[in-house]
């Protein structure tokens, strides 16, 4: 069998569907035994994975891009003349329509477009919404990355619930194996010197980083630092404002290097994570596999994704994040607690040798001869 996986969003600046392509794509090699991917358009070598811009080089970039151009606005036998070879075509809400001869099938990740389009750009909701009427409509199967996700799209997409399988995503392994020594030396190096909170990921208004603000100003803890890392997003203005004026006992990092996450995640006494909606949440499963105690929403997939391994807290209410976050402070044995059942929870459920091997069952239904 031969799938074809549009893997351009890996030429763009992007978090979560960049890092689930990335690694999947990598797992779905390791697990092929005699099948193949194909990463269109023309990405066989997908380089090294960074959220703010390309994993190629321009030169490579920009030809590449023009191609996804030319096959979502050109004649239809373009986009089958890349992948002539597939049986299926596994598409992003960058591919605008099917692959005239071929199987469709495409990851379902998040809804938030259709439930809190206000959180998203004018753009994104379009892009999503043509996804969901040129691809997800046309498609023979979904893979939605949670049984959150999943629902949510049988309901607002009106998709039949035989068409959608849940395989959750997987951790990369680097989270699972990271040392102490190396977050003693990553705290060196960004000269943390107080026990911190961590939390990880884009500013903007998703994220809901003003609550958790709000919350870490109502528990005063001079003995801890609140520290963010991560690049600004979309709609930040008065967030970046108020985080750049550097409030009493907050850290801001910007964007930290792919390679630094593992130890930067570690190094945190707590993961700090009130977001207001996620599809899968790939920062607190990564928390999870290093062992550290998760404080995050109880909406969308995120119980589903931490079960025990977390705190589970109202977002919208400041006074209920920072109760939590005073008592999990307070208490190493919680902490402890949390901590080991959330790595045992990612060591279970989000390993992506998993998640290929349940891919490859799922490409199975639908290969074409």
Not at 101 to 114: K, P, S, Y
Not at 121 to 148: C, K, M, W, Y
Not at 164 to 190: M, Q, W
Request: aromatic share 8%; proline share 7%.
């Amino acid at each position: 069998m031969h799938v074809a996986v549009d893997a351009s969003p890996l030429l763009l600046r992007s978090a979560g569907v960049k890092n689930y392509l990335y690694h999947w794509i990598g797992a779905l090699r390791q697990a092929a035994h005699g099948h193949r991917v194909s990463p269109f358009p023309f990405l066989d070598q997908i380089g090294d994975l960074t959220h703010e811009q390309s994993t190629l080089t321009p030169w490579q970039t920009i030809p590449r891009i023009a191609f996804l151009l030319a096959s979502n606005h050109g004649p239809a036998w373009v986009n089958r003349l890349a992948n002539h070879r597939a049986h299926i075509f596994h598409a992003t809400n960058q591919v605008h329509r099917p692959v005239p001869g071929m199987a469709l099938t495409a990851t379902l990740h998040d809804l938030t477009c259709w439930l809190m389009p206000e959180l998203h750009t004018p753009a994104n909701v379009a892009a999503d919404q043509r996804f969901a009427s040129q691809i997800a409509a046309h498609a023979d199967g979904l893979i939605a990355v949670s049984e959150n996700t999943r629902q949510d799209a049988i309901r607002l997409l009106h998709l039949h619930p035989d068409k959608v399988v849940t395989i959750h995503s997987g951790v990369d392994p680097r989270f699972f194996t990271v040392t102490a020594a190396e977050a003693d030396a990553l705290r060196r190096r960004l000269n943390l010197q107080k026990p911190f909170l961590l939390n990880l990921g884009t500013v903007e208004p998703r994220k809901n980083l003003d609550t958790l603000l709000d919350a870490w100003a109502q528990l005063r803890r001079d003995d801890y630092e609140l520290v963010l890392a991560g690049p600004m997003g979309w709609a930040a203005g008065a967030t970046a404002r108020r985080i750049q004026a550097s409030p009493p006992g907050v850290r801001y990092l910007g964007y930290v290097a792919e390679g630094d996450l593992p130890a930067l995640t570690k190094a945190a006494t707590v993961f700090a994570y009130p977001s207001l909606y996620e599809g899968f949440g790939f920062p607190v499963a990564q928390a999870m596999a290093c062992g550290v105690p998760v404080l995050t929403s109880n909406t969308s997939c995120l119980p589903e994704i931490t079960g025990a391994g977390a705190l589970h807290v109202d977002p919208r209410s400041p006074a209920e994040i920072a109760a939590a976050l005073g008592h999990l402070l307070d208490s190493p044995a919680l902490r402890s607690t949390l901590g080991a059942a959330g790595q045992n929870r990612a060591l279970q459920h989000f390993q992506w040798a998993d998640c290929a091997k349940k891919s490859w069952r799922f490409f199975e239904q639908y290969q074409q001869s």
